[in-house]
């Protein structure tokens, strides 16, 4: 039975709710009344629910479609403004135990190079990483309790915190690592991580478990239920996502938004993120083989309604998308990317392309500079602001900064005062001015006037060589 309180993954991403939604989705896909009711609804800004959410996926309606694209762009504007969030991935081991037949750290994989981070090589990925300016990582490594056990991972979180490279320094780290207990997650939140994020891969059980034949992952509900741990564990801001190109992405679609309902209503506070990673090529793995690829417009329509149905949860974009993706995909809603990443271990210090240790492709290689010099140029302020977790807004906090529209006091002046200190630290000097111009203008549309005048006086401590200034 469909119960979104229930704590039991089938229950609260059931099968047959999903089956009905997409029947429902079907059957009411060409009413364009009904449609456009639930657009004036999501206009409120109350999302909505993976029914209704359904059926503007499943509607073909040139007219509509557009609609939702400019709903989405509109919210994207009003909410999130123009920032963009940066962050990078650190990959720290590749050792795994699981059967991911779409990864190629599968424990079957004799070909790829296995490779586990000493505590030295991560300082020198960090510094490499501190060098070309980021300030926020995601850890990521494959699940292995003998190579890669918590404590691995905790002493890791230590060593990148405590590395100070000239003016760098990481001052958040996400970590991306396979479901663990309440008591590892207490743990993790004691390290001081930002968000815990897991991919679901696939909401679609009896695919989930062809696709994760063997290791510890094959358990759908212990998988599913992570995030119910983490949050008992204190962690109070997870990110969700879907790998897309496994399952149907109507089904794919439900269950997501099923997933955040069920957060919101047990733990009284949804998803802090979503990542919408597509599956790529990879040793070993070739995409096509997966038949529920999608097209860049089903990509595009999914970020939008994303965008609209759960408008106050941060939208992720990797460097698996390409530059002419990303571009469009940010204007519908995304609030996070990632540039310059390395997916092999050890591949920020050494370049890691002699050894084959990397994930997947990736399709964006510019530098983080080039990355940052285009969001500008298309109108976007760069940020690399760690403020919220470090000053104790997460979960509902955050979501009440984001309701109560304190963004544009709060987020706005700490993106253009991280932005300063990379252009002070590590820009060119054409993205330098760039940057230098946008700081100038985007100061007028920090609303409150005290807010502001601060803002100004951190700005030219900034450029007095003074560092880490947060609202
Ligand atoms: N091992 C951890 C786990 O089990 O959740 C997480 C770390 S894994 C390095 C991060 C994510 O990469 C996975 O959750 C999966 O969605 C994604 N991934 C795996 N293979 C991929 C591929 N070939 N293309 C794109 N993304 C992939």
Not at 117 to 138: C, P, S, Y
Not at 349 to 378: K, P
Not at 397 to 409: P, W, Y
């Amino acid at each position: 039975m469909y119960n979104p309180k229930s704590l039991k993954a089938e229950e609260f991403i059931n099968h047959e709710e999903i089956l009905d939604t997409l029947k429902y989705a079907d059957e009411n896909k060409d009413n364009l009344e009904l449609v456009d009711s639930l657009l004036k609804k999501a206009e409120e800004l109350k999302g909505l629910t993976h029914r209704e959410a359904s059926v503007l996926l499943a509607c073909e309606d040139q007219e509509r479609v557009q609609k939702m694209y400019d709903l989405a762009e509109k919210i994207k504007k009003d909410f999130y403004g123009n920032r963009i969030v940066m962050f990078a991935p650190l990959y720290l081991s590749n050792y795994c135990v699981n059967g991911c037949v779409y990864c190629p750290y599968h424990l079957k994989n004799k070909h790829i190079c296995r490779k586990k981070l000493t505590q030295e090589e991560i300082e020198r990925e960090v510094i490499a990483l501190q060098d070309m300016g980021h300030k926020r990582l995601a850890i990521e490594a494959g699940e292995d309790p003998v190579n890669n056990p918590i404590e691995y991972i905790l002493e890791s979180i230590k060593t990148i915190y405590s590395i100070k490279h000239k003016n760098g320094a990481i001052r958040r780290v996400n970590v991306n690592i396979a479901a663990t207990t309440v008591e590892n997650y207490r743990k993790l939140k004691e390290a001081e991580i930002g968000t815990y994020i897991l991919f679901q891969e696939t909401y679609h059980k009896e695919s989930y478990e062809k696709l994760h034949p063997t290791g510890p992952k094959h358990n759908y509900a212990y998988h599913t239920e992570a995030m119910d741990r983490a949050m008992e564990g204190g962690i109070d801001d997870v990110g969700l996502g879907v790998l897309f190109g496994l399952e149907l992405y109507r089904y794919e679609f439900a269950g997501l938004l099923m997933h955040a309902e069920h957060l919101e209503a047990v733990h009284g506070v949804g998803p802090h993120t979503i990542s919408v990673p597509r599956i790529k090529r990879a040793e070993d793995i070739d995409p096509d083989v997966f038949d529920n690829g999608i097209s860049d417009e089903t990509f595009a329509k999914i970020c939008a309604l994303i965008r609209i149905c759960v408008p106050y949860t941060g939208m992720i974009i990797s460097t698996r998308e390409s530059k002419e993706v990303r571009e469009k995909v940010i204007r519908l809603g995304v609030s996070q990317i990632s540039g310059a990443s390395r997916t092999s271990v050890g591949g920020y210090a050494d370049g890691g392309e002699e050894e084959n240790s990397q994930q997947f492709d990736v399709s964006d290689q510019r530098t983080l500079d080039e990355v940052v010099a285009w969001l500008m140029e298309n109108g976007y302020i760069p940020s690399f602001c760690t403020a919220c977790y470090r000053e104790g807004r997460t979960g509902d906090r955050f979501m009440a900064l984001c309701k109560n529209r304190q963004i544009q006091n709060c987020c706005h002046p700490n993106a253009l005062m991280t932005l300063k200190e990379f252009l002070m630290d590590y820009a060119s000097q054409h993205t330098k001015e760039l940057g230098e111009k946008m700081i100038e203008q985007e100061l007028d549309n920090i609303p409150n006037e005290k807010v502001r005048e601060l803002c100004k006086k951190h700005l030219i401590d900034i450029s007095n060589n003074k560092r880490d200034f947060r609202f």
